[in-house]
């Protein structure tokens, strides 16, 4: 009896160390479950504070260990390794707890898309700032940067009208002309928005650009790289879409706009295709973050520009950042600034027509 009852205490023993084994490996893979989760701050609304980093930002990476807190009226979206996730109502939300919620499975397109966001807005953004004005701890516009900008728009705006003027009359100093001419002209030039000096996703091309005062008809050209005329339309509207274009992957094209009734005033830009690979990835990344984010989502103009830029298509990351713009919300001055950015330091446009472009959103 005395070894039996030894015995079966050695069994419970066993079998206690197998269930503590048992508890610690589903601890360690919890843990390493929770570690390997990225979380960001997709989007929010009103009053939403991480504990210890004050207001949440855009593109924010949170820990496990955090707290944030929802308050009243207010919204919050996680994209949790893609994954997103929406609060709107008021309360205190452990990190750990959402990552618990999310489960398993990703979402990369949108994880991409929102650690793209974080370098581009206000999380992220060390010391680069847009033509749209820098911004003080009090959120306030620091209008001293943005009047210098004003300033260099229109030195280096008479530096182009210096030439303009140069390829017309062949005059190498023509400064004594711009004085007389310089407002009148400026006033007048066209500024192209889409595409410039980027690259299209598949299917068809958008074109866009700023109303030109005096200009009631444009025309509008595209050429090869040979210099061939592919095709030609005119309208009276500020966009055109040309629905079922031919154009070759990779190939460089030229668009060029004119007021139909004075052929000199005209401005061009170039563009091209992505390569095939790349466009069905771009559709089929499309198509993954409006399935993830739903197609009323606030956040969508945000993730797609952000995703649109992510793959060299700025001119049509410009205009989601356009459509958050024009939508009017709490973030309406960070779209400002991502659509200017898309203009300033990814197609490279000079600062005079980025200034009108940022005025204008």
């Not at 154009?247 to 563009?271: H, M, Q, V």
């Not at 300033?344 to 204008?360: D, R, T, W």
Request: overall charge neutral; hydrophobic content about 35%.
């Amino acid at each position: 009896m005395k070894i039996e009852h030894q015995e079966n205490q050695m069994k419970q023993i066993r079998y206690g160390f197998r269930i503590c084994w048992i508890c610690l490996l589903l601890t360690v893979l919890a843990m390493a479950m929770t570690q390997a989760q990225t979380v960001r701050v997709l989007y929010y609304s009103g009053s939403v504070t991480v504990s210890g980093k004050g207001s949440a930002k855009l593109g924010q990476q949170l820990k496990s260990s955090d707290n944030v807190k929802i308050g009243s009226s207010s919204s919050l979206q996680l994209s949790i390794n893609g994954k997103v996730l929406k609060y709107s109502k008021p309360m205190s939300l452990k990190i750990s707890d959402a990552i618990t919620r999310a489960g398993t499975g990703e979402n990369s397109v949108v994880a991409n898309s929102a650690r793209t966001l974080a370098g581009a807005s206000g999380a992220g953004r060390s010391a680069r700032t847009s033509v749209a004005g820098a911004t003080r701890a009090d959120g306030k516009k620091n209008m001293a940067y943005f009047d210098s900008l004003k300033t260099e728009s229109v030195n280096t705006g008479t530096m182009r009208l210096n030439s303009e003027v140069e390829s017309m009359t062949g005059i190498g100093d023509a400064s004594g002309l711009i004085e007389k001419v310089s407002d009148k002209m400026k006033s007048e030039a066209i500024i192209l928005l889409q595409p410039r000096s980027t690259a299209v996703s598949g299917g068809s091309v958008r074109f866009r650009w700023m109303r030109t005062p005096g200009v009631s008809t444009y025309a509008l050209s595209v050429q090869n790289f040979l210099g061939e005329e592919v095709y030609r339309t005119e309208t009276t509207d500020t966009t055109f879409v040309w629905d079922t274009p031919s154009l070759n992957p990779e190939e460089i094209y030229t668009w060029r706009l004119s007021d139909k009734e004075n052929s000199s005033n005209s401005f061009g830009a170039s563009f091209h295709r992505l390569p095939t690979e790349k466009q069905t990835m771009v559709m089929a990344g499309q198509e993954a973050i409006q399935e993830e984010l739903g197609s009323d989502n606030p956040a969508l103009p945000m993730i797609l520009g952000s995703f649109f830029a992510d793959n060299e298509c700025y001119g049509q990351a410009a205009e989601m950042f356009t459509t958050g713009v024009k939508a009017g919300d709490e973030h309406a001055e960070t779209y400002k600034e991502l659509v200017c950015e898309q203009y300033l330091y990814n197609m490279f446009v000079p600062v005079e027509e980025a200034y009108k472009i940022c005025s204008n959103q």
